[in-house]
């Protein structure tokens, strides 16, 4: 979005200079094709901020997908970890009675 403000700006600087060039400012030059320009001007930003906003809104919502993943495979390591852990208890116990049976 940064790089996207900057062009706009040098954009408007560049158009700003075309202007003063063509009609030194002065009302009574202006032309319908400076008012052309000026509207497609507004419809080429239009359609550009469109396309970066759609741009930037998928690549949020697919970030947003990947943490919502992430977080449920360490939900899910957790309480793996956890069963191999009671697995682990139950053959260690498994083990010692196996050692040591009572009669």
């Given at each position: 979005m940064k790089s996207l403000s900057i062009t706009g700006l040098i954009l408007l600087a560049v158009s700003?200079?075309?202007?003063y060039l063509t009609t030194d400012f002065a009302v009574e030059q202006i032309k319908i094709s400076?008012?052309?320009g000026i509207m497609a001007g507004v419809g080429i930003g239009?359609?550009?901020?469109?396309m970066v906003g759609y741009l930037s809104?998928?690549?949020?919502?697919?970030a947003e997908q990947k943490k919502k993943e992430f977080k449920?495979?360490?939900?899910?390591?957790?309480?793996l970890e956890k069963q191999a852990?009671?697995?682990?208890?139950?053959?260690?116990?498994?083990?010692e009675?196996?050692?040591?049976?009572q009669i």
């Amino acid at each position: 979005m940064k790089s996207l403000s900057i062009t706009g700006l040098i954009l408007l600087a560049v158009s700003a200079l075309l202007f003063y060039l063509t009609t030194d400012f002065a009302v009574e030059q202006i032309k319908i094709s400076h008012i052309m320009g000026i509207m497609a001007g507004v419809g080429i930003g239009l359609i550009i901020g469109g396309m970066v906003g759609y741009l930037s809104k998928g690549s949020a919502m697919k970030a947003e997908q990947k943490k919502k993943e992430f977080k449920q495979l360490q939900k899910d390591k957790e309480e793996l970890e956890k069963q191999a852990a009671e697995i682990a208890k139950r053959q260690a116990e498994l083990e010692e009675q196996n050692r040591n049976p009572q009669i």
